[in-house]
T-cell receptor
Framework: ETGVTQTPRHLVMGMTNKKSLKCEQH?????MYWYKQSAKKPLELMFV???????ENNSVPSRFSPECPNSSHLFLHLHTLQPEDSALYLC???????????????FGNGTRLTVT | AQSVTQLGSHVSVSEGALVLLRCNYS??????LFWYVQYPNQGLQLLLK??????LVKGINGFEAEFKKSETSFHLTKPSAHMSDAAEYFC?????????????FGKGITLSVRP
C-alpha cells in the first residue's frame, strides 16, 4: 500500500464516547500533520509532528489528543467531543515539516466524523 | 504574517472552456505557493507548486499557474475544461523560515463543469 492511509473513513460517535483516528504513511516522510476541514472554512492546522516530536499545537482543545509513536503512524484520540467538532479530519505527511514547509503535503482521504 | 485570498466560492464553466481560478497572497518575504485539488470524498492532492524557479509552473492534468509578484497573484488556469476537473481547488502559501514557516490555505473554490 502506498501514500497516506486513514482509518476509519467514517465515524459517528456520541459526546461521551472515546474513539481514535489512525493515520499511516508509507512515503518515508519525516513530518505528519492533523488538519480539520469544516464546510466553507479554510483548512485548520491542528497538530504537527516532526521526527515523532510535536512541533505545533494550534490551540486545539484538550478533548483532541494526538499521539505519534513513530514517523509513520499518527493517531488522534477523541473524547467528550461536541457537535461542532463534526468535520472531515485529514492527515498529511511531508518530507520536511515544522521548520521548513517547502515540500508539498501528501494527504490521506480523511475521516468523516459526526458527533451526535 | 501571510494570507491567501480566493475570491468567490464557486466557478462554473462549460466543458472545453477556459478555466481560471484566482488566488492572491500576502507575504512579507518571498513565498512558496501551491495549488491543491480535492475530489469528492478524497483528501487534497498537489496540482503544482512555485518555489522561486520559473514563474510559469506546469502541473498535472493540464493545469498551470503563473506567479506575478507585482500583482501578488498565483492564478490557476487550464485551456480546456474537462468534466473530470469538477472538484474543489485550494491555493496555499508558505513563507518565512525556521519556526515562522507555516502553510496557510485559502477557503477553496468549487469548480463545476457543464456538459
Amino acid at each position: 500500500e502506498t501514500g497516506v492511509t486513514q482509518t476509519p473513513r467514517h465515524l459517528v460517535m456520541g459526546m461521551t464516547n472515546k474513539k481514535s483516528l489512525k493515520c499511516e504513511q508509507h512515503l518515508g516522510h519525516n513530518a505528519m500533520y492533523w488538519y480539520k476541514q469544516s464546510a466553507k472554512k479554510p483548512l485548520e492546522l491542528m497538530f504537527v509532528y516532526n521526527f515523532k516530536e510535536q512541533t505545533e499545537n494550534n490551540s486545539v482543545p484538550s478533548r483532541f489528543s494526538p499521539e505519534c509513536p513513530n514517523s509513520s503512524h499518527l493517531f488522534l484520540h477523541l473524547h467528550t467531543l461536541q457537535p461542532e467538532d463534526s468535520a472531515l479530519y485529514l492527515c498529511a505527511s511531508s518530507q520536511d515539516g515544522g521548520r521548513r514547509v517547502r515540500s508539498p503535503l501528501h494527504f490521506g482521504n480523511g475521516t468523516r466524523l459526526t458527533v451526535t | 504574517a501571510q494570507s491567501v485570498t480566493q475570491l468567490g466560492s464557486h466557478v462554473s464553466v462549460s466543458e472545453g472552456a477556459l478555466v481560471l481560478l484566482r488566488c492572491n497572497y500576502s507575504s512579507s518575504v518571498p513565498p512558496y505557493l501551491f495549488w491543491y485539488v480535492q475530489y469528492p470524498n478524497q483528501g487534497l492532492q498537489l496540482l503544482l507548486k512555485y518555489t522561486s524557479a520559473a514563474t510559469l509552473v506546469k502541473g498535472i492534468n493540464g493545469f498551470e499557474a503563473e506567479f506575478k509578484k507585482s500583482e501578488t497573484s498565483f492564478h490557476l488556469t487550464k485551456p480546456s475544461a474537462h468534466m473530470s476537473d469538477a472538484a474543489e481547488y485550494f491555493c496555499a502559501v508558505s513563507a518565512g523560515a525556521g519556526a515562522n514557516s507555516k502553510l496557510t490555505f485559502g477557503k477553496g473554490i468549487t469548480l463545476s463543469v457543464r456538459p
